[in-house]
């Protein structure tokens, strides 16, 4: 493994990543609505995700260090900004284009990370993602802080050091995007796909069921522990916690893809996370704060644990275009997903015993259910 590779790709993916949970928390302290902020979730997530299997495609023909540069800036200059403004407008811009730095970064950071290890790929790709995970749970907090300390009014600052990781990597780094030597052109691409079609789909809405449900956690979850009457420093740590066990859950399933099949390391994560969200929901009903923190971060752990061996599957699959078939995998399989949040915000308070939020994502947790079922299909092939 080429570890200062993995390393250094896996750094610029935590700064990314580490700005793109502002607004989630920013709706909270804002008092935004749920439901307009949820359609910018949505829509955005959409927009800018759709995008990801062509942006996935110009990597693996152009190469070089643009894409991962461009991603970075993009994503911390216009998350950063969320908080000059409640126009919802603004907003939405804000966030669309802050969702297309990440769309363009995603798949070729994939591809450095996936090609940094042939025989520990899952490993190498498991670092990528924890390191991403990391950044992301780090960064509602990072957001509360800095806004609690020097107001909402100066949120673009946020931006420096992304800026200078995002100039160090251009200026010194010799860390690009690689594959083999031909240009592989559509019709390729076409074939490729068509040869390879059923586990790809399979693998696609395995994703996509189970980011349904994870874009709601990530969204919704300080508005659910505001709802459940939780403090700001308390609720604006929530998904920290759910995202931190969740890239311990990743990390820990890389290295253990020598010995357990990544299909059962799939399964498992898909079945396993429900009875545990059922104790996070219930304890925080109760408002009893460490056990839902616990359970919460047991959720995180579980579910997330199946994440990267969802992508490296597909990798194995179409080894010829990793950029592309992450795009696929990641991008275009958010997009898809991305109708969770609103559809959570919509089914607020639609049980009794579970008012609020709480109602939503318990109902959406059929779709990483479902998913389970659909990891069943899967071939011997997708584990290497």
């Known amino acids: 493994m080429q570890k200062k590779t993995v390393a250094l790709v896996g750094g610029v993916h935590f700064t990314l990543d ?4 502002f607004f989630a928390v920013y709706l909270v302290i804002a008092g935004l609505d749920p439901v307009k902020a949820a359609l910018i979730s949505t829509v955005t997530s959409f927009v800018g995700n759709i995008l990801q299997p062509f942006m996935g495609y110009t990597a693996d023909r152009l190469r070089g260090k643009l894409p991962l540069f461009i991603g970075l800036l993009l994503t911390s200059v216009f998350m950063s900004a969320v ?3 409640t126009n919802y407008t603004l ?3 804000f966030v669309l284009f802050g969702t297309l730095g990440s769309s363009i970064f995603h798949p070729a950071g994939a591809n450095i990370a996936g090609g940094a290890s042939e025989r520990r790929k899952d ?3 498991a670092i990528f993602s924890t390191l991403g995970t990391i950044g992301y749970a780090l960064s509602q907090p990072i957001f509360s802080f800095f806004t609690g300390k020097f107001g909402n009014s100066l949120s673009p600052l946020l931006i420096i050091p992304a800026v200078l990781v995002a100039g160090s990597y251009l200026t010194f780094s010799r860390v690009v995007i690689h594959g083999k030597e031909e240009r592989i052109n559509f ?5 490729v796909f068509a040869k390879r079609l059923l586990p790809i789909l399979l693998l696609f809405f395995i994703m996509v069921f189970r980011s349904a449900f994870v874009m709601a956690m990530n969204l919704f979850l300080a508005k659910t522990y505001e709802e459940w009457g939780f403090s700001r420093g308390l609720y604006s740590t929530a998904n920290t916690v759910f995202m931190l066990s969740g890239a311990l859950g990743i990390l820990l399933a890389g290295y253990l893809s020598s010995w357990i099949r990544p299909r059962r390391v799939l399964f498992f994560s898909l079945v396993g ?15 009893h704060a460490p056990a839902s923190f616990l359970f919460l971060a047991l959720t995180g752990f579980v579910l997330n644990s199946g994440h990267a061996a969802n992508i490296v599957m597909g990798h194995r699959i179409v080894p010829e275009m990793t950029s592309t078939v992450s795009g696929v995998l990641m991008g275009f399989a ?10 959570c915000a919509l089914l607020r308070g639609s049980i009794g015993a579970f ?3 709480a109602s939503g994502l318990l109902i959406l947790t059929v779709f990483p259910l479902a998913a389970a079922g659909l990891a069943f299909l899967l071939s011997v092939e997708v584990d290497g």
């Open 187 to 191: 019709r390729d691409l076409r074939n």
């Open 355 to 357: 008012p609020g939020l």
């Open 18 to 21: 580490a700005y793109m949970g």
């Open 83 to 85: 908080g000059i403004t």
């Open 334 to 343: 958010w997009a898809v997903s991305s109708f969770g949040p609103t559809l």
């Open 273 to 287: 996370f429900f009875p545990f969200f059922l104790l996070f929901i219930l304890f925080g009903k109760a408002q």
């Open 123 to 125: 490993t190498s790709f």
């Open 91 to 93: 907003l939405f811009i």
